[in-house]
């Protein structure tokens, strides 16, 4: 019986290869049930003018060219706008109506990452950021954040129409509404194509080049290549559905949590009065909102939500809606300056801080983060930040600033680079890493400096015929610093 390259393939090579890994990664893998895999074969297809005929099914081709992106989120941006912009026909596919990922649909989540060492990695992010920065009254609020360095509060509205805007005048093929859902094989290490649903049914996407941004690095499980999901228990991070709160005096507010900070005196009231108040939740993370009179919550903490599964998914977004509702009514009830408060808008979607991460050419470690580890021959993207290790398993959220605000280490470009596929490249969170230096590396502007890579390594190898792992990294790192990003923190 032949398979789609799928999950039972990984949970074989992972048995096969284990020693390649630490064996607590091993352990966790096999751990996990098989998945079903759908008995066809991928692999043999023909093509007939826009149409490809798989198992004798026919399925329009709407796109034949070099590079499809497949996400359309901060890692997913940077790497088309790159791939665009040096040529290449690029498609981009996202399965929401807006492009942004966690910048749009993270209600203003703060976009950060940008300024390793206090200097900018330039390139596509630091653009971006000038365009939210500059943007009248639409212009995002820089805050300087203790540990984590510069943050761009902004307002994700604004954000969906300044990002339309902006690949429209570029010229960027983009379909909404469009999510991948399937990968056709050339051969056992490189797609020929994807498959994508939406209304208009199924259809094919031929590239020469794929780049898998969409966060969960499903492009790469679906094609068999190797991945870790969460710690070395499994355990991933919580959710958060944000949301801003109207209706605020914020003054009030602020000079309360003063006294109150983190809201802990006012939560053992409402919990002595029998309020339901989650102690997941953490409200030390409510800020000041962009917009007057409004605080921006990042408070709800879903535990135990699996982002790769959607019937955990849809559980994490019943239960994070209606822990929004309790948290307002607990901010009416027990806080200063919020007894009129309001929801004035959500997330659109629980936002997912981790879920697989491609076993890949290269690995950031803990300890590369920690020791600051420079790879000035494999740099593509200088990175800080402090250990964000938010609500995993049953752990509480635990922030570790032991990386200096002045220093930075280097993500190296095997990290973008899956072992087992020779067409495809991760952008954004899903890259090789150990779990906790995802989470000092997963800042939304610093994803678009690794897409800028990804995109730019992508045209490479469309123009030179190679496989990713093959690209001349020096001549990377020559494009990429021709094209303003700052790979040696040198400006
Ligand atoms: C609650 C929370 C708080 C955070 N706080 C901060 C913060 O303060 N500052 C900061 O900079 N970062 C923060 N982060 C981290 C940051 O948001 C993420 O690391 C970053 O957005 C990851 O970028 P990405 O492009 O990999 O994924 P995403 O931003 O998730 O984008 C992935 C995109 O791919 C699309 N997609 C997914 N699957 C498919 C598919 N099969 N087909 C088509 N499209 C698909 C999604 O709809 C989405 O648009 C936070 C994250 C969360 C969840």
């Given at each position: 019986m032949l398979y789609i390259r799928g999950e039972q393939v990984y949970h074989e090579i992972n048995y096969m290869r284990f020693r390649e890994l630490p064996c607590r990664t091993f352990f966790t893998r096999l751990n996990e049930p098989p998945r079903i895999i759908k008995e066809t074969n991928m692999k043999e297809w023909t093509k007939e003018g826009n149409v490809i005929r798989i198992n004798g099914e026919e399925i329009p081709v709407i796109f034949d060219g070099d590079v499809a992106v497949a996400g359309g989120g901060p890692g997913g941006l940077g790497a088309a706008i790159a791939a665009k912009r040096l040529g290449a026909s690029v498609i981009i596919v996202e399965l929401n109506g807006f492009l942004g990922g966690m910048c749009s649909y993270g209600a203003g989540m703060p976009l950060g990452g940008a300024y390793p060492g206090l200097k900018t990695i330039g390139g596509i992010a630091e653009e971006i950021l000038t365009c939210v920065r500059t943007a009248g009254k639409d212009a995002a609020d820089v805050r300087h954040m203790p540990l984590f360095g510069d943050w761009y509060f902004h307002d994700a509205e604004y954000f969906k129409s300044f990002i339309a805007k902006f690949v429209r005048e570029l010229g960027l093929k983009v379909r909404l509404h469009t999510m991948f859902s399937d990968v056709i094989m050339k051969d056992d290490r490189s797609l020929a194509g994807i498959i994508v649903d939406s209304?208009?049914?199924r259809e094919a996407i031929l590239a020469k080049a794929f780049i898998d941004a969409t966060g969960d690095a499903d492009v790469c499980a679906r094609a068999g290549a190797r991945f870790e999901k969460g710690d070395e228990n499994g355990d991933m991070m919580g959710g958060t559905i944000v949301y801003n709160l109207g209706g605020v005096d914020v003054d009030a507010y602020m000079a309360y949590i003063k006294e109150d900070p983190g809201l802990k005196k006012a939560i053992e009231k409402a919990h002595a009065d029998g309020f339901p108040v989650s102690d997941d939740d953490k409200f030390s993370s409510i800020h000041k909102g962009v917009r007057p009179n409004s605080l921006f919550m990042n408070s709800v903490r879903v535990r135990g939500v699996d982002g790769t599964d959607a019937d955990s998914l849809t559980e994490a977004e019943l239960e994070g809606r209606i822990r929004v509702q309790e948290e307002v009514e607990f901010m009416r009830a027990y806080i200063p300056g919020c007894k009129e408060a309001y929801i004035m808008n959500t997330g659109s979607q629980i936002g997912i801080r981790d879920t697989r991460r491609i076993i890949g050419e290269d690995r950031l470690t803990e300890k590369d983060c920690l020791d600051l580890r420079k790879r000035p021959e494999s740099v593509i993207l200088r990175c800080a930040g402090p250990f964000d290790n938010t609500t995993r398993g049953h752990a509480r959220t635990n922030v570790l600033n032991d990386?200096?605000?002045?220093?930075?280490?280097?993500i190296?470009?095997?990290?973008?680079?899956p072992k087992d596929l020779d067409n495809v490249v991760v952008s954004g969170r899903t890259f090789s890493c150990?779990?906790?230096?995802?989470?000092?590396?997963?800042?939304?502007?610093?994803?678009?400096?690794?897409?800028?890579a990804a995109g730019t390594a992508a045209k490479?190898?469309?123009?030179?015929?190679i496989a990713f792992k093959d690209v001349d990294v020096a001549a990377l790192q020559e494009q990429l610093t021709k094209d303003g990003c700052d790979l040696f923190g040198r400006e």
């Open positions: 209304k208009n049914g990386i200096i605000m002045e220093e930075w280490y280097d190296p470009y095997g990290c973008i680079v150990e779990c906790m230096a995802l989470t000092s590396s997963r800042g939304q502007a610093l994803l678009m400096g690794l897409g800028q490479m190898i469309v123009d030179a015929g």
